[in-house]
């Protein structure tokens, strides 16, 4: 951390006593909007310290001795200051003591207000802890013991990324511009600001224009729009260009010189669309589609292999040829480009404005430090690989702090935060990126955004002591228990992968340790905060109950399986077939994909089962996973469909009711599937669930109280997806829960 050591405080300011203050803020004459908002902020948060009106006006009227000045005012420069105090970064503050008098400037409007928003916190013990909450002490008589300091973020670029934010292509509705935003963000000191053009327009940010901030291939040349007349700039697979491989969206062919003609157009008209901001840094991705179907075509290979890379060498030269030609003619925009899929190239560096962003794999679990680690120490050693390829720079970071099958999911991963990121920052990382949960009500959320945010902006900071203070200061009452349950689970299930099921111990321990955080907690509101950590659990106990509770018929693994590749199925009545000998067989335990058929598109599963005889019982089908668009048929009759997008149904189980007066006895089962892309298929177990048996009363209530808590806490996805992410709990995790509750 660039911060030297503060100048001595001297004799402490009273900056209030007995709700009245001496002190005025004053700004400059010409304050621009961010100077003004600084300002307004910290006459906010103090008078709610003490009561006190702190009165703002500019530096056109004489000067008191009791002042705080916001920005380069009249009453003290920037260019004035020693050396030892002027900030070096580009959002780089210093706080100043002249007496009675402070100061704080930054090198650009948002760093003064960053300055604000230290002040506030290392100062005055201020904490902002979400978007609703933050903690500010009270104080009769408040005294500060401010020194002259200087603080220049190691970090230029920090960002958390919640799905949405700040990619306007993906939302449907105001509502999916999620929560963490905008002020909270300014606050906490992350500088992309997602969804306000007003921030934006104020504070400026980094930012990348053009529709993506990453894999931008495709929007630069869609497949869509060229492929058919200029097959020669999509990869070539084979021997053959091709425009998708195995149901995945091919590369770019980086060696055509139209395709780099072509991607330097649309580079320019996007930078060209920006309206310009002196505060905000600029940024165009020039990245490779997420695929790895790379051209093999005789050129690639050839500089790919002079590289001494299996790819990754042309994708570097290509980036460097359109950099040199912005640079040209737009000295403020640099271009991004990502080490994913590919390799670091052993001959040719990133030109001057390229910045490299390392895709990390990293367990946050562990200390980047931890020998024992194999994430860890691969990790380490590519971040000084990246680092001897870059000079001095820098690089960015792409790390993921969650897990993506299930927001969900426990994932006790926080303890490690700022002491990764700072590991990290010695290793040459300057812009840290955490791709996270994009809904809010997931798993530790508050918490988690908030510890991250923390870390970024002051890796030298530690996170077990951000989290206690979090808890404490967030959750009131029930805070201790809060901490208690965050304790518990990285004490007990650290190691644990996010995939693994978690065991009946863990299930009743965090169900009453947060049983009693609720029961201490003071407000509805804060009640609410704590029930979503409750959330997990339930989920966890839901998801087991379905396919077990009332179970009287389990389906076989292997299953009659046909492709249907001119999708004549329905046409030709399958779905009404009593004889499967000329289909294949198909495992349900593994998508279809992944059992060696390469087919995408329609495909059929077909069974012939006896049902069992349940005394005129109501029955259901209970699909436990199936990747595709689904028609249920049973003996030729639909029964019912899963028609949401793959992306967001993929892991998700549904129910489909039986017909009431289906007989017990031999019938067919068959299911119409189609997915264009990927992996598909029925890949999770199929049973028959008995809904006239009864759940236990607990259950029962789990399931009410996730419904009631989740549908407050707005919960958006539970996994990964785009879209219309709100149907993805609205239209199939909530009508399935309630199915559920339909037992007995």
Not at 20 to 40: L, S
Not at 242 to 247: C, I, P
Not at 372 to 396: N, Q, W
Request: hydrophobic share 40%.
């Amino acid at each position: 951390m660039s911060e030297p050591p503060a100048k001595a405080p001297g004799t402490p300011l009273v900056l209030a006593e007995a709700g009245q203050t001496k002190y005025t803020i004053v700004i400059p004459a010409t304050a621009c909007a961010a100077e003004e908002y600084a300002a307004e902020e910290l006459a906010h948060f103090l008078e709610e310290m003490t009561g006190a009106t702190f009165p703002v006006q500019r530096d056109d009227v004489p000067a008191a001795s009791c002042e705080i000045t916001i920005g380069d005012t009249t009453r003290q420069r920037l260019d004035e200051l020693p050396a030892d105090l002027t900030p070096q970064a580009w959002e780089g503050f210093v706080i100043v003591r002249d007496g009675a008098r402070l100061s704080i400037l930054g090198n650009i409007p948002r760093a003064t207000l960053y300055g604000v928003y230290d002040f506030l916190h290392e100062e005055l013990g201020c904490r902002f802890l979400t978007p609703e909450v933050n903690h500010v002490p009270k104080h009769a008589t408040l005294e500060v013991n401010a020194a002259s300091r200087r603080f220049d973020p190691v970090t230029e670029y920090r960002e958390i990324w919640n799905g949405f934010s700040h990619q306007p292509q993906h939302y449907k509705s105001p509502n999916e511009k999620t929560r963490f935003d905008d002020a909270w963000a300014a606050r906490n000191h992350l500088n992309l600001f997602g969804s306000t053009p007003d921030m934006e327009a104020m504070l400026g940010k980094v930012k990348w224009v053009g529709p993506s901030f990453v894999h931008t291939f495709n929007y630069m040349i869609p497949v869509e729009e060229h492929f058919d007349a200029h097959p020669e700039y999509f990869s070539e697979v084979d021997g053959v260009r091709v425009s998708e491989h195995d149901g995945f969206m091919t590369q770019l062919c980086l060696t055509n010189p139209d395709v780099l003609r072509l991607c330097l157009e649309k580079a320019r008209e996007w930078i060209d669309s920006e309206v310009p901001n002196p505060h905000s840094k600029f940024l165009v991705s020039v990245t490779i589609n997420d695929t790895d179907i790379f051209c093999k075509c005789p050129p690639c290979v050839a500089i790919n292999e002079e590289e001494g890379v299996d790819e990754g060498g042309t994708k570097m030269r290509f980036v460097n040829a359109i950099a040199t030609e912005l640079a040209k003619d737009y000295s403020n925009v640099a271009v991004e480009t990502m080490i994913y899929k590919t390799d670091v190239p052993k001959k040719t560096p990133p030109a001057s404005n390229v910045i490299i962003r390392n895709v990390s794999g990293i367990n946050w679990q562990h200390s980047l430090h931890d020998p024992d680690c194999p994430a860890s120490v691969r990790m380490t050693a590519r971040f000084r690989e990246l680092s001897a390829a870059t000079s001095s720079k820098g690089i960015y970071n792409w790390s993921k702090h969650t897990d993506f099958a299930d927001f969900l999911n426990p994932n006790p991963n926080l303890r490690f935060t700022a002491t990764n990121f700072r590991i990290m920052n010695e290793h040459g990382v300057v812009g840290p990126f955490a791709q996270n949960q994009q809904s809010p009500g997931t798993e530790m959320q508050e918490l988690r955004f908030y510890v991250i945010a923390r870390a970024m902006w002051r890796p030298d900071s530690d996170s077990v002591e951000t989290i206690t203070e979090f808890c404490k200061l967030c959750y009131g009452a029930a805070g201790d228990d809060v901490l208690r349950y965050v304790n518990f689970l990285h004490d007990e299930y650290c190691n644990i992968a996010p995939d693994l099921p978690l065991d009946d111990a863990f299930i009743a321990r965090s169900n009453a340790i947060l049983a009693q955080a609720e029961s201490k907690a003071e407000t509805p509101e804060t009640r609410q905060r704590v029930a979503t950590y409750r959330l997990p659990t339930w989920k966890i106990q839901l998801d087991r109950a379905c396919g077990e509770i009332g179970k009287v018929f389990s389906f076989p693994v292997e299953w009659p399986f046909r492709i249907d590749p001119a999708d004549e199925g329905l046409a030709a009545n399958w779905q009404g077939t009593d004889s499967f000998d000329d289909w294949q067989r198909m495992r349900i335990d593994n998508h279809w994909t992944l059992q060696g058929e390469p087919h995408r598109g329609v495909a059929w599963y077909g069974i012939a089962f006896d049902l069992p005889d349940a005394n005129g019982a109501p029955l259901a089908l209970w699909f436990d996973a199936i990747d595709g668009d689904t028609d249920v048929f049973v003996d030729g009759i639909k029964i019912g469909e899963q028609k949401l997008s793959a992306n967001l149904a993929w892991i998700q189980g549904f129910f489909v009711a039986l017909p009431d007066d289906l007989a017990p006895g031999p019938h067919v089962l068959t299911l119409r599937l189609e997915k264009h892309d990927q992996n598909a298929g029925i890949w999770r177990p199929v049973s028959i669930i008995d809904m006239s048996v009864p759940i236990p009363a607990e259950l029962r209530t789990i399931g009410e109280r996730f419904l009631e808590v989740a549908r407050n806490a707005k919960l958006m996805t539970i996994s990964e997806c785009y879209g219309e992410p709100y149907d993805q709990v609205e239209k199939m995790l909530y009508p399935r829960i309630e199915f559920f509750l339909k037992h007995g």
